[in-house]
């Protein structure tokens, strides 16, 4: 079992930054990607971003694509999102979770994912 904590989130105003950290523990493995994924109210999970095991493969939404930045300690067992130039749609839970190295082809689909955290609230105020 490996268990994610994320952490960093909070209330902003557009414009702002944040940044988000997920940590692993448990029987982690340094091989697996880590993505980021949120969920607004009344709204799907959607895929936000991913880094793969050495941090040199990442890929974004669209819609953060230029303004989010994913990284990873592995050293750590840390994964980061670092948040800038909010906007009010931004605003959902944002959950990371573990992707075996495998599936890494399927990083935009939740349902490929082994691992979730409980997730943290970012709130963007207008």
């Known amino acids: 079992q490996v268990q994610l904590v994320e952490s960093g989130g909070g209330l902003v105003q557009a414009g702002g930054s944040l940044r988000l950290s997920c940590a692993a523990s448990g029987r982690t493995d340094s091989s697996y990607a880590m993505g980021w994924f949120r969920q607004a109210p009344g709204k799907e999970r959607e895929f936000v971003a991913v880094v793969n095991w050495s941090g040199r493969f990442t890929r974004y939404a669209d819609s953060v694509k230029g303004r989010f930045t994913i990284s990873r300690d592995s050293a750590k067992n840390t994964s980061y999102l670092e948040m800038n130039s909010l906007k009010p749609e931004d605003t959902a839970v944002y959950y990371c979770?573990?992707?075996?190295?495998?599936?890494?082809?399927?990083?935009?689909?939740?349902?490929?994912?082994?691992?979730w955290g409980r997730g943290t609230q970012v709130t963007v105020s207008s």
């Open positions: 979770a573990t992707l075996r190295s495998d599936s890494l082809q399927y990083y935009g689909t939740a349902r490929r994912y082994d691992y």
